[in-house]
């Protein structure tokens, strides 16, 4: 028998609002992380990621579709949760408690209390020396830091980590990726990140998954997923029909007066070219070209953020 995925969404969706001020910030993510291995969960700001992270952590309720850890639903048993560790963005301390005092009262909330782990874990993310100073004196990377030890406080063999190098300096970077590497390839655990940077994604993750409003674009292993990338410029009439069709399918990047272009590798395009002639659409150019995972994922996210301007 095989084990069931470390962690699976299903049909995963989150609205929130009412009436006019809907906001959909999850639609219908189908997605599978298999054990021992750091999995990226990469789109612009406003994507859904910390809203899916707060569904995994069952820290809020999804409006459709459920999340399972090992086979078991987080919506139904919080004994899904026993084995899971969360970092979730602006994680927030007690400023008048030390780092140390912080994670024991986590600690034996949670009912796991153990002094010894809690000093490894601090000589783990290199608190040691502040460890006993207020929290509120430390520094966003310190506080990133504590979040890191706050969440493998249990052990978890899953830890899912919101945008864990936030705030961080280069070097605190450069450790955050190496620790989280690290706990994977040496203590057995699967790590599910999230991060709106393509670069750290790169460097750090084995797979990754790619979410831009709320929906999930392309998945894949890392590797392949730089070595191949192909969209489909189309330009057809009517273009409104067109879109109709493809929609369901294919992911559209761009559509203006005369043309779409959709992600699609070259097997795809006599399935497309058929889907559209059945529906009695005039094509008049098709043309596949390649594209870095870097462009595509500025193509498909939009190149406006400060962020995505890496020195
Ligand atoms: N509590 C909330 N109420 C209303 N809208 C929200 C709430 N939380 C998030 N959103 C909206 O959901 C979308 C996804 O947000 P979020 O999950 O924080 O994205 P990310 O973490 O990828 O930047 C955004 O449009 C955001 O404004
Ligand atoms: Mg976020």
Redesign the pocket.
């Known amino acids: 028998m095989t084990s069931p995925p470390a962690l699976r969404f299903e049909n995963l969706s989150k609205i929130?609002?009412r009436g006019k001020k809907l906001?959909t910030?999850v639609q219908r993510v189908n997605l599978e992380v298999t054990a021992g291995q750091v999995y990226g969960f990469l789109?612009p700001?406003?994507?859904?990621?910390?809203?899916?992270i707060r569904m995994i952590l069952d820290l809020i309720r999804p409006t459709h579709g459920e999340v399972f850890v090992n086979g078991r639903s987080v919506q139904q048993t919080h004994a899904a949760l026993q084995q899971v560790g969360g970092m979730v963005?602006n994680a927030t301390f007690y400023p008048f408690l030390s780092g140390r005092k912080n994670l024991e009262v986590l600690a034996r909330t949670g009912n796991y209390y153990d002094a010894a782990r809690i000093d490894n874990l601090l000589t783990q993310v290199r608190l040691a020396d502040r460890a006993d100073h207020l929290v509120k004196g430390y520094s966003t990377g310190m506080k990133q830091r504590l979040g890191l030890a706050a969440a493998l406080l249990n052990d978890p063999a899953l830890v899912i980590l919101d945008e864990p190098t936030n705030g961080l300096d280069p070097a605190g970077i450069q450790e955050m990726r190496t620790f989280i590497r690290t706990l994977v390839e040496t203590q057995g655990k699967t790590v599910f990140l999230?991060s709106h940077l393509l670069s750290e994604v790169e460097q750090m993750c084995d797979r990754v998954a790619i979410i831009h409003q709320g929906q999930l674009v392309r998945e894949g292993a890392v590797r392949e997923l730089l070595s191949e990338q192909a969209y489909l410029q189309i330009e057809a009439e009517p273009l409104a029909r067109a879109t109709a069709v493809l929609q369901p399918t294919w992911t559209i990047t761009e559509s203006n007066a005369h043309s779409l272009t959709l992600l699609a590798s070259r097997s795809d395009v006599p399935a497309i070219v058929r889907q559209l002639v059945a529906n009695d659409i005039a094509i008049y150019q098709i043309r596949l070209s390649h594209q870095s995972l870097e462009s595509f994922f500025l193509e498909v996210t939009g190149n406006h953020s400060e962020e995505q301007h890496h020195a």
Not at 45 to 52: D, F, I
Request: aromatic share 6%.
């Open positions: 929130f609002g906001v910030a789109g700001n406003g994507a859904g990621k910390s809203t899916t963005e999230s």
